[in-house]
């Protein structure tokens, strides 16, 4: 059996244990993407990429139908209340990330828009 580290062979248990890591670590990303997921309708966080101003994400987001609602808690993002598919139709020409409002701390009230 080859060595492992510090000239100790590896143990058989050690590999076995590969599958169970993988699929821990799956299970928390699928339950941070339903987290971060933002809703069908309703409230959602509006985030600039690529350098986008907040008036660019605005014009997108009611082109898209949505209603802006607040500042966001990130510079230049918006919390609006909208459509999720119109939204996330509209994230790519908008260069912006949709996200689920409350996930990123968006539940208090900040200064109006």
């Not at 248990?13 to 309703?42: D, K």
């Amino acid at each position: 059996m080859p060595a492992g580290i510090g000239g100790v062979a590896p143990s058989r248990a050690a590999g076995r244990c590969w599958p169970a890591v993988v699929q821990a670590l799956f299970v928390l990303a699928a339950a941070g993407g339903m987290i971060a997921a933002p809703p069908a309708t309703g409230r959602m966080l509006l985030v600039p990429l690529h350098g986008a101003d907040r008036d660019a994400l605005a014009r997108v987001a009611t082109r898209a139908g949505a209603a802006l609602v607040d500042n966001g808690p990130f510079k230049d993002s918006l919390i609006v209340s909208g459509d999720r598919s119109a939204l996330l139709r509209a994230m790519m020409e908008g260069h912006m990330l949709v996200l689920r409002a409350t996930a990123a701390g968006c539940d208090s009230k900040g200064p109006g828009i």
